[in-house]
């Protein structure tokens, strides 16, 4: 079955950055556009960018440009997304999810999500 | 940009009463690309709804949509206790965003 498991928990302090995984099994990895989307406390689901199946075309929200780098290892069929300069108002929880892309596709399959606290 | 606004912010029902949720963009969009989610605490959204009216693997068939252009409705005929959660709209083509969610709970 379709899986996307994501790494665990980190606390980070203010300026420093932070890297999440996120592990697919189950399908076709090299097929799929993956997404992050991460939901502050107390706040909605904000997309943050998209990655090509190959890994050689990013997308990224107009807020995330400059501090953000979407990646994805094809061998390991893991995707990757780091946060840098991380300020108090990343404090978040961060999912992958699969879709998007040329196809559109609606995001069927989301990560168990990532806490992401940063605090000094 | 394209922005979803959805309305209301929190709808307080009862199990069995029917929701209707609402998500306007702010310029025509195709209906091919939006699609509905909902969300409980502690849990990874969930796909409801593609292309305004296409419900996902497993989806009850109390989850229905409907819409074109700039207006598009989500509706659970007859509200199950599992059904109190927060739902997103999106748009998932070439523009990518969320509405901001509508909570459904308990009256």
């Known amino acids: 079955q379709v899986q996307l498991v994501q790494s665990g928990a980190e606390v980070k302090k203010p300026g420093a950055s932070v890297k999440v995984s996120c592990k697919a099994s189950g399908f076709t990895f090299s097929s799929y556009y993956m997404n992050w989307v991460r939901q502050a406390p107390g706040q909605g689901l904000e997309w943050m960018g998209i990655?090509?199946?190959?890994?050689?075309?990013?997308t990224y929200a107009q807020s995330f440009q400059g501090r953000v780098t979407m990646t994805r290892g094809t061998t390991t069929s893991t995707v990757y997304m780091e946060l840098s300069s991380l300020r108090s108002e990343d404090t978040a929880v961060y999912y992958c999810?699969?879709?998007?892309?040329?196809?559109?596709?609606?995001?069927?399959?989301w990560g168990q999500g990532t806490l992401v606290t940063v605090s000094s | 940009e394209i922005v979803l606004t959805q309305s209301p912010g929190t709808l307080s029902l009862s199990p069995g009463e029917r929701a209707t949720l609402s998500c306007r963009a702010s310029q025509s969009v195709s209906s091919s690309f939006l699609a509905w989610y909902q969300h409980k605490p502690g849990q990874a959204p969930r796909l409801l709804l593609y292309a305004a009216s296409s419900r996902a693997t497993g989806i009850p068939d109390r989850f229905s949509g409907t819409g074109s252009g700039t207006d598009f409705t989500l509706t659970i005929s007859r509200l199950e206790p599992e059904d109190f959660a927060v739902y997103y709209c999106q748009l998932y083509g070439s523009s990518r965003t969320f509405g901001q969610g509508t909570k459904v709970e308990i009256k």
């Open positions: 999810a699969r879709g998007g892309g040329i196809a559109a596709r609606p995001y069927d399959y």
């Open positions: 990655i090509s199946p190959t890994g050689d075309s990013t």
